[in-house]
């Protein structure tokens, strides 16, 4: 188990490198001079000479690669010009709050979604089955921004349930309450396209399974429906289902930039698109190749997941 | 492709969908013809009329622009730059994926590899990077979401394409001398341009999300103009005081993409075949029961009692007649083998016994099935679950299949017992020991913690008949159990079933389309032809003298050790197709003693002490076979 975990380790390390020559290609995209259009045109020829001096930009392309990579090897991102502070400190703290709603959001379709395609498979054609199949495709339809908006208006602003926006109350205490209620809108909007999607996929994997000699053996054996469906079908469809678990992580973590404009969540996604809106290269580079690289990591989980999952899996 | 439409149009979701999606479409079309207020003129002494005012049939928004004319105007814009990326990605996609597939080898594993790259990230952080990059705009916009779809497109196509790359027809185009270009163009294009079409038509909803997501960051289109999106990231800041500016863009993206995710599985269930042949359905906990006619009185021959029994696979408008009124018996302690080729419906007749056979498409249209006198057909689930493994238990011919892959054997056998025993977990593990040791598994200690993928073809089927064994059932209907298997293999799982049947006086019902097996193991035999029973009698005076031509065919393809230089014959022809049998003998068009009369009408199962046959002109004389 060790190794094998070792081996999908190392076995990210292109794909990681991957992604940082990747961001640097686009970033290397900038049309004229990079440090003005970084700064933009108003920028003070000091700050424009600091920042090719950080950049260095007066090298050739590989070699300023090399420099940006060995930098942010040794955890140094650069610094923020907008924040006036290291990129990393601010994306490290931003990206807690993004994690604590893309997590929450996660567990919420995880959860929900295998759960509404066992139901829909194992009642198929039924009324619940119609019914799951009909609010999945809403879901998967709705914007979730329009879908969170919404969810402002009746549920904070007419039923007064929660508060509008934001991660804490202005005043009062910090704790987990105050938290849980500023939670539960934008983790609930952000769940409900991934939801949608993991619904229709385990109810395809399931029905899969369900046509299976083994399944007939559980039956024959008189184990009750309930356990059949449960216990039998869910157990072999999660083979198909984790993977998608991972791919749908990777959605719910994109879906957070919009909820968190709308919920005005400080997360990490506003943090981007706040940066692109300043022009802030630096901290937009540095935070697509963190959340990209957690992104990674997260994917090496859910393969081990996988594998202590499925026995049939050479570790 | 007529019946593709007809397909789809049947699909009632997929037709409102299409026509919706055909409304707004035409609408964004006319939309510089309509009588419409200027999108961008901003009249601010009229800010946030409500909906249905004078002049504002939808109101205004906060620089007082007629929102109909602007949600108008944005759908146009909308639509336009969604179908614009899925173009951009498609094409893109497919050219990378159609030179990956094609040339294969190095050019394909590094393009894939810089494709799985693209894929490992969050695609908005790619499509945040490439706006970073361009600056906002909505051209940018496209280019980032057409980019972030390229690697989507290029894996779907590059896996079409390498199945297509190794086809005869694209051999023969290259042994004609055709450049790599002109094989392309000529030979691969036309076959892939479908699956784009398809891939594209699924994915534009999303592409039209997408860059009105964008849009309303802020990233896409700049004011004044404004697309869907951007009218919704406008209308935000008004959100609590005038809903109206941002419910009305909101909904029209919804409807949108609603329409098009409507057509989009529309068009691809009309394009799987599985979904036709109702392959996809989910088999019911117990066979579906639709008697017509009466219920056979009981006969009390046996233990288990199958009278007159009829079983049906309904696909779309057709109905196979799998088995076509089966009587059999079994009574304690005997074996029965019921032999036929595949198709021929013996496993439908003894999956029906416990309700087995899946459904849809299965039903059971007719007969009985008694368990010491009482009627299992029609018995409610409750009571057949209850039945099912305690008092028949079944062991199935493929053990790889049959067993549960990702539970470990010991497990599996527990939970055969605690179906319908409550018992302990130490209790359960030495019960479980027990039955591997039953059924001869050295170390059965060891054993219980296998997963089946970790034994052998025979270990596993040792495991199938000791999970059988598990609730002490009166009879074991084994379906094939040794086909399988090899042969040596073969020989000592028969020898166990024997030794069992003998210390625990087990009936057992035993299929096989072997006669060899059957001479070794069953008392009786039923040989079964399409759907139907054609001979009867004990196994030893059948092997003797065979009296229907069928059974004589079959016994003809065993081969026999120091049988000498006879020859092996096959069986000329397949058997006919249930669904549609001919008058009379269903098995004339292969029979060598075939007369006009076996054609005519119905030919009875004829009985003559212990022996039934059902032809009009035996190989041996019934009367004479009987003796």
Known sequence: MGRYVLRRLISAVPVLLGITVIVFAIMALIPGDPATAILGSYATPENVEKLNRDLGLDKPLVAQYFIWLGNMVQGDFGTSFSLNRPVIDEVLERFNATLVLAGTAFVICSVLGIAAG????????????????????????????????????????????????????????????????????????LAVVATGVIARLSRSAMLEVLRQDFIRTARAKGVHERGVIWRHALRAAMVSIIPVLGIQAGFVLS??????????????????VDAILTRDILLVQGGVVFVAACYVMFNIVVDVAQSLLDPRIKT | MI???KLLARNRLALA??????????????????????????????????????????????LGRDLLSRLLWGTRLSLA????????????????GIIAGFYGGRTDNLIMRGVDMLMAFPYILLALAIVAALGPGLF??????????????????????????????????????????????????????????????????????????????????????ADLGSMLGEARSALITNPHTSVVPGLMILIIVMAINLLGDGVRDALDPRLKSGALSRPMASTMVRRQGPVPEPEGKGLLEVQELQTQFHVRDRNYRAVGGVSLHVKPGECLGIIGESGSGKSVTVLSVMGLVASPPGVITGGAVRYDGADLIGAPYRKLREMRGRNVAYIFQDPQATLHPLYRVGDQLKEAIRAHHGIGRDEGRARAIELLKA??????????????????????????????LANDPDIIIA??????????????????????????????????????????????????????????????????????????????????????????????????VVDNLPMGCAFADRCDRVQADCRKGEIVLERQGARAVRCLHPVTPLTEAAE
């Open chain 2, 439 to 468: 059924v001869r598994i050295p170390n059965p200690e060891q054993r219980l913690t296998d997963f089946p993928h970790e034994m052998s073809g025979g270990m596993r089927q040792r495991v199938g008949i000791a999970m059988a």
């Open chain 2, 3 to 5: 019946g593709f439409l």
């Open chain 1, 255 to 272: 879906g957070a930039v919009y909820i968190e404009i709308v919920f005005q969540w400080p997360g990490v996604g506003r943090m981007l």
């Open chain 2, 140 to 225: 940018n916009a496209l280019i980032a979401v057409a980019a972030v779809n390229v690697p989507f497109f290029a894996r779907n196509i590059r896996g079409i394409t390498v199945g297509i790359a190794h086809k005869e027809f694209v051999d023969a185009a290259r042994l004609a001398g055709l450049s790599n270009t002109k094989i392309i163009l000529t030979e691969i294009l036309p076959n892939v341009v479908p699956v784009i079409v398809i891939a594209m038509s699924t994915t534009i909803g999303w592409m039209i999300l997408e860059t009105a997501g964008l849009s309303f960051l802020g990233l896409g289109s700049q004011p004044p103009q």
């Open chain 2, 81 to 96: 730059v969604g179908f614009a990326a899925a173009v951009v990605a498609a094409t893109l996609g497919a050219a990378i």
């Open chain 2, 479 to 576: 379906d094939e159990p040794t086909t399988a298997l090899d042969v040596t293999v073969q020989a000592q799982i028969l020898s166990l079933l024997d030794d069992l049947r003998r210390s625990r006086g087990l009936a057992i019902v035993f299929i096989t389309h072997d006669f060899g097996v059957v001479g070794q193991l069953c008392d009786r035999v039923a040989v079964m032809y399409a759907g139907r029973i054609v001979e009867e009698g004990p196994t030893q005076a059948v092997l003797e003298a065979p009296t229907h031509p069928y059974t004589a065919r079959l016994m003809a393809c065993v081969p026999e050790l120091g049988g000498g230089k006879r020859r092996l014959e096959a069986i000329p022809g397949l058997p006919p």
């Open chain 1, 118 to 189: 066992v139901v829909s498979a194992a009642n198929q054609y039924g009324w619940a089955d119609k019914a799951i199949t009909f609010v999945v495709l809403l879901g998967i339809s709705i914007p979730s921004f329009f879908l969170g908006m919404m969810m402002i208006l009746y549920f904070a602003v007419s039923l007064r349930w929660f508060p509008v926006s934001g991660m804490w109350p202005i005043y009062g205490t910090r704790d987990i309450w105050a938290l849980l209620d500023h939670l539960v809108l934008p983790a609930s909007a």
């Open chain 2, 17 to 62: 969908g299409g026509i919706v999606l055909f409304l707004v479409v035409v609408l964004a079309l006319v939309t510089p013809l309509l009588p419409l207020a200027e999108p961008n003129v901003t009249n601010t002494s009229a800010r946030f009329l409500r909906p249905f005012s004078d002049g504002a049939l939808m109101g205004t928004d906060h």
